[in-house]
């Protein structure tokens, strides 16, 4: 139950910190013999610094009902 905590706590305060990240995919625009056109295109995933407040609050929620438990 400790080690979940520890988990969530640290996720929560990763997301707090970094709100969001590019995920970066390649597409195939021609493709022509030996020739090749490719094209990255960047997909912003990007989410509320209130989603690492919750995780934070919770993982603090299961380490303290851990040790009460102990």
Not at 31 to 57: A, Q, R
């Amino acid at each position: 139950m400790k080690t979940v905590g520890i988990i969530v706590l640290a996720l929560g305060i990763l997301m707090t910190v970094f709100t969001g990240f590019n995920i970066i995919t390649k597409k195939e625009v021609v493709d022509v013999g030996p020739i090749e056109i490719n094209k990255e295109e960047k997909t912003p995933i990007y989410w509320s610094p209130v989603t690492g407040g919750i995780l934070i609050v919770a993982g603090i929620v299961v380490l303290v009902i851990g040790q009460k438990r102990s």
